[in-house]
Nanobody, 127 residues
Framework: QVQLVESGGGSVQAGGSLRLSCTASGHTYDTPCMGWFRQAPGKEREGVAAINLGGGSTYYIDSVKGRFTISEGNAKNTLYLQMNSLKPEDTAMYYC????????????????????WGQGTQVTASS
């Protein structure tokens, strides 16, 4: 089992920044891919970014490229999402997730492929 806990959400003005963190515990060695997802009210959950741990590939949804950066901490049980130039349309509950095999360009964004999920942290960007 893997437990995930997100933190770092909050409310900012449009153009502001936030850094989300996700701390993992448990049997994390079998879960090489981690991702950030978000869900706004009335919308489907969507993949925001993903990373293959240990210095591997990163993936982003087009709408956040150049503004968001996914990274892992030195301890490799922490995942970050640096969010700059936030827009009102970024407002959502953000979740981190891990899956049992590598991320790849064809499927990193598919939430059903992720086995473990955190409880989420709310991000609100107001105009």
């Amino acid at each position: 089992q893997v437990q995930l806990v997100e933190s770092g959400g909050g409310s900012v003005q449009a153009g502001g920044s936030l850094r989300l963190s996700c701390t993992a515990s448990g049997h994390t060695y079998d879960t090489p891919c981690m991702g950030w997802f978000r869900q706004a009210p009335g919308k489907e959950r969507e993949g925001v970014a993903a990373i293959n741990l240990g210095g591997g590939s990163t993936y982003y949804i087009d709408s956040v490229k150049g503004r968001f950066t996914i990274s892992e901490g030195n301890a490799k049980n922490t995942l970050y999402l640096q969010m700059n130039s936030l827009k009102p349309e970024d407002t959502a509950m953000y979740y981190c997730a891990r899956r049992l095999y590598d991320c790849d360009s064809g499927s990193w964004w598919q939430d059903w492929r992720y086995t473990y999920w955190g409880q989420g942290t709310q991000v609100t960007a107001s105009s």
